[in-house]
């Protein structure tokens, strides 16, 4: 390529990203053989290097190996103890592989631009890690599908071309439910997550397949967004209805806690008049009186594992699949003290068998 003044200077890896629009990782990824690309993008990356004379030299080689490893996080989750457990297991597990964290944060009211994206992914990105809920925006896949950027999401339903890292969301919900209307709640409430997200959906379908074991229950159901703010507005709702609920199950712990704090303005002991569980096992549930009974969602491993296959994926040579598809970790039900019979246990329904 020449400069002004007659002298040429040698194209560069940015020069044949900008021929092809793709970003220089893709460019890398193409000269390495490695997976995640389609035919016809490595054939019009390596027309653009002969067209332009590109020597890739060592420096433009190495941008896949583990030591170069730039992992672009972007994250728009209000939940500050969800997100303190996500990025230490993030940083963690990037500290053991010498790589990079690169942090987006996103607006929570509007989409990123198109702008913010591509200069995101031009800083030469190895791979991207979505937190909740940015996997299950579709648009955003595709953004990152259409560049050919090994991906990784966190709590989303899997995805073409993805890495999906999660817990069964509907059979931890489902063993919760179960667990209440077997100590005896048969007024029971649930509050849902934000109807963006897979989880919420999951977890409502497991609390609907517990109900659906037992007679006589009468469920009662109320829209929430994982906030505490709507799990305050959603708490007088339930505690509204005559008769009250007697148990209430969030679907975060977020909502949990705005459940006790409501209950407790009410003058409602919890767990003697109201038992109340929540979602997640984050610092929420013992930060308060009484702690919380809820699901344990290992969010810090699930951060460090998702680092890690997206590590896996962008190594992987292009005749292999790699990592892709869905990726199920471990959870667990902590017992805690909100958490009691009611009080008329004493004659309790049968279950439904059969």
């Known amino acids: 390529m020449d400069k002004p003044g007659g002298r040429v200077r040698r194209a560069t890896i940015k020069d044949v990203a900008a021929h092809v629009g793709v970003s220089p990782m893709t460019v890398s990824r193409a000269i390495n053989g490695r997976a995640g690309m389609r035919p016809d993008t490595r054939a019009a990356i ?19 190996t583990s030591a170069e490893l730039r992992i672009g996080l972007i994250y728009a ?13 993030a940083f963690e597990e990037a500290a053991s592989r010498g790589a990079r964290l690169i942090i987006l944060p996103a607006p929570r009211d509007r989409a990123l631009s198109p702008k913010a994206l591509k200069d995101f992914i031009a800083s030469g990105l190895s791979g991207v890690l979505l937190t909740p809920p940015l996997g299950d925006s579709p648009g955003l896949l595709r953004f990152f599908a259409d560049a ?10 899997p995805a073409e071309s993805t ?19 077997s100590l005896g709640h048969r007024r029971i409430g649930f509050i849902i997550g934000n109807p963006d997200q897979a989880a919420s959906a999951e977890r409502m379908a497991g609390f609907f397949a517990a109900v659906r074991e037992f007679d006589n229950v009468e469920a009662s159901v109320v829209q929430g967004d994982f906030s505490f703010a709507s799990g305050l507005a959603a708490a007088e709702q339930l505690l509204d209805r005559d008769p009250p609920p007697t148990a209430i199950f969030a679907s975060n712990d977020d909502m949990a806690a705005a459940v006790v ?53 962008v190594s992987t040579p292009a005749d292999q699949a790699g990592p892709l598809g869905d990726h199920l970790l471990d959870h667990t039900i902590v017992h805690r003290q909100s958490v009691a019979p009611p009080d008329y246990a004493g004659s309790l329904p049968k279950v439904v068998t059969g």
């Open 163 to 181: 890495i999906s890292v999660r817990i069964n969301d509907r059979q931890a919900a489902y063993e919760m439910s179960h667990h209440l209307l």
């Open 46 to 64: 390596m027309a653009a290097i002969e067209a332009l004379a590109y020597k890739p030299n060592a420096a433009a080689r190495s941008l896949v």
């Open 148 to 157: 050919h950027l090994p991906t990784a999401t966190i709590g989303a339903y």
């Open 261 to 313: 704090s409501v209950a407790h303005r009410r003058h409602l002991d919890v767990p003697q008049q109201l038992t109340v569980a929540g979602f997640d096992d984050t610092m929420t549930a013992v930060t308060l009186w009484p702690p919380l009974t809820t699901v344990h969602q290992p969010v810090r491993q699930l951060a460090a594992e998702a680092l890690r296959l997206l590590a896996e994926q």
């Open 77 to 89: 989750n209000p939940r500050a103890a969800f997100m303190s457990e996500f990025l230490m297991g």
